[in-house]
């Protein structure tokens, strides 16, 4: 348990500071404060945890049955009596541990967490002062636009405005304003400008058309409603809802049916697989006789073993989505897991076997052909 710590702890850090740099640079590029990038840090957490366990769990097995192997401590063990599956109940209560650490986040803090994101996302995405009302700076609220004010009274009127509109490769539109006006109506929001200018850049021709106008609308709905992260709607629905309605959910999400079997499904199978992780490392370096070289044979197998699980599992999604029904097929990378530990344990149990097809299947002689 120490160990895995660690190597969760590690694992965990990695990942989440790699978002959290990339979420800092966006929300405080659209102008948000500090504590709000905290806030989102802080609520991302989960999901990131909840995704390094089985390899944090997996880790720390590995580790261990490496570390009584290289101080021969392992070989003490199993001399006085201690079979492979006598030492892997070890092993299986920790990964029940972990499995139950990952229950608690896939259905409930994982969910939780990202829906109060997703709430949070929408509260500041409708925040028009926090996305466009700044000072004296240039923001960029969406590629190939660029917004300038430079000055805000009380009233909320913006003075000398500036907004350069990239987005058509063809053209390329600034307007500048003395004064402008954000108005919200039901259609969305808009930017009215009054007494300004727009300077349209044809880059056919590189012909420039300058209008002069007393007032002009301008619509920044899909500036505003741009969105930081792109969350599904099913992932943070509860386990007991999506147990209860699945149809429900698949209808007020926009999702399919077999998107939902997935999310509900893939919750279970992810906490399996933790008990999997930690069995399919323990039970590949419990394989092979003693080398001077250490079990690195052994722990690059048991690495490739949990990769090709985990590739099974990647590819038992496509199915199900296409066809609900087919849910169960989510679980049979958790029971070909089980299977090769097992499998794995009884070729332990049994080293002349182990060394019979090690050798090529090459066959003993036996005393009567002697």
Same mark, same amino acid.
């Given at each position: 348990?120490?160990?895995?710590?660690?190597?969760?702890?590690?694992?965990?850090?990695?990942?989440?500071?790699?978002?959290?740099?990339?979420?800092?640079?966006?929300?405080?590029?659209?102008?948000?404060?500090?504590?709000?990038?905290?806030?989102? $840090?802080?609520?991302?957490?989960?999901?990131?945890?909840?995704?390094?366990?089985?390899?944090?769990?997996?880790?720390?097995?590995?580790? &261990?049955?490496?570390?009584?192997?290289?101080?021969?401590?392992?070989?003490?063990?199993?001399?006085?009596?201690?079979?492979?599956?006598?030492?892997?109940?070890?092993?299986?209560?920790?990964?029940?541990?972990?499995?139950?650490?990952?229950?608690?986040?896939?259905?409930?803090?994982?969910?939780?967490?990202?829906?109060?994101?997703?709430?949070?996302?929408?509260?500041?995405?409708?925040?028009?002062?926090?996305?466009?009302?700044?000072?004296?700076?240039?923001?960029?609220?969406?590629?190939?636009?660029?917004?300038?004010?430079?000055?805000?009274?009380?009233?909320?009127?913006?003075? @000398?405005?500036?907004?350069?509109?990239?987005?058509?490769?063809?053209?390329?539109?600034?307007? $500048?304003?003395?004064?402008?006006?954000?108005?919200?109506?039901?259609?969305?929001?808009?930017?009215?400008?009054?007494?300004?200018?727009?300077?349209?850049?044809?880059?056919?021709?590189?012909?420039?058309?300058?209008?002069?106008? @007393?007032?002009?609308?301008?619509?920044?709905?899909?500036?505003?409603?741009?969105? #930081?992260?792109?969350?599904?709607?099913?992932?943070?629905?509860?386990?007991?809802? !999506?147990?209860?309605?699945?149809?429900?959910?698949?209808?007020?999400?926009?999702?399919?049916?077999?998107?939902?079997?997935?999310?509900?499904? #893939?919750?279970?199978?992810?906490?399996?697989?933790?008990?999997?992780?930690?069995? &399919? #490392?323990?039970? $590949? !370096?419990?394989?092979?006789?003693?080398?001077?070289?250490?079990?690195?044979?052994?722990?690059?197998?048991?690495?490739?073993?949990?990769?090709?699980?985990?590739?099974?599992?990647?590819?038992?999604?496509?199915?199900?989505?296409?066809?609900?029904?087919?849910?169960?097929?989510?679980?049979?990378?958790?029971?070909?897991?089980?299977?090769?530990?097992?499998?794995?344990?009884?070729?332990?149990?049994?080293?002349?076997?182990?060394?019979?097809?090690?050798?090529?299947?090459?066959?003993?002689?036996?005393?009567?052909?002697?």
């Amino acid at each position: 348990m120490v160990l895995f710590g660690f190597f969760a702890l590690v694992l965990v850090s990695i990942l989440w500071i790699n978002k959290a740099v990339r979420m800092f640079d966006k929300l405080i590029g659209d102008g948000q404060p500090a504590w709000v990038f905290l806030e989102f $840090t802080a609520l991302t957490l989960p999901a990131v945890i909840g995704g390094m366990l089985p390899i944090a769990a997996f880790a720390a097995a590995v580790y &261990v049955v490496y570390r009584l192997s290289s101080d021969n401590e392992l070989t003490v063990i199993q001399a006085t009596g201690y079979s492979p599956f006598r030492l892997g109940r070890a092993v299986l209560v920790f990964g029940v541990i972990v499995a139950l650490m990952m229950s608690l986040l896939a259905h409930m803090l994982i969910p939780g967490s990202l829906g109060q994101l997703r709430q949070r996302e929408s509260e500041i995405s409708a925040n028009v002062a926090a996305r466009l009302l700044s000072e004296g700076e240039f923001l960029h609220p969406a590629p190939g636009v660029t917004f300038y004010i430079r000055e805000i009274t009380p009233e909320g009127e913006l003075r @000398d405005v500036f907004l350069s509109d990239r987005r058509n490769p063809d053209r390329t539109v600034s307007y $500048t304003s003395s004064r402008a006006y954000l108005v919200a109506d039901g259609a969305g929001s808009r930017l009215v400008m009054v007494d300004g200018m727009a300077q349209n850049v044809r880059t056919s021709d590189t012909r420039l058309f300058v209008t002069h106008f @007393d007032d002009f609308s301008y619509d920044i709905t899909s500036l505003l409603s741009r969105g #930081g992260i792109n969350l599904n709607q099913v992932a943070f629905t509860g386990t007991a809802e !999506l147990l209860r309605d699945p149809e429900g959910v698949a209808e007020r999400s926009g999702a399919s049916i077999g998107e939902v079997m997935v999310e509900l499904h #893939g919750r279970f199978a992810a906490v399996l697989m933790c008990v999997v992780a930690a069995l &399919v #490392g323990f039970s $590949t !370096l419990m394989v092979g006789s003693y080398s001077r070289l250490g079990v690195w044979r052994q722990v690059l197998a048991a690495f490739a073993l949990l990769v090709g699980v985990e590739v099974a599992r990647s590819a038992s999604l496509g199915p199900v989505l296409a066809n609900a029904a087919l849910w169960p097929l989510l679980y049979l990378p958790v029971l070909a897991g089980i299977v090769l530990s097992l499998g794995l344990l009884w070729l332990a149990h049994h080293p002349a076997v182990w060394a019979w097809i090690a050798s090529g299947f090459r066959r003993r002689p036996t005393e009567a052909a002697a």
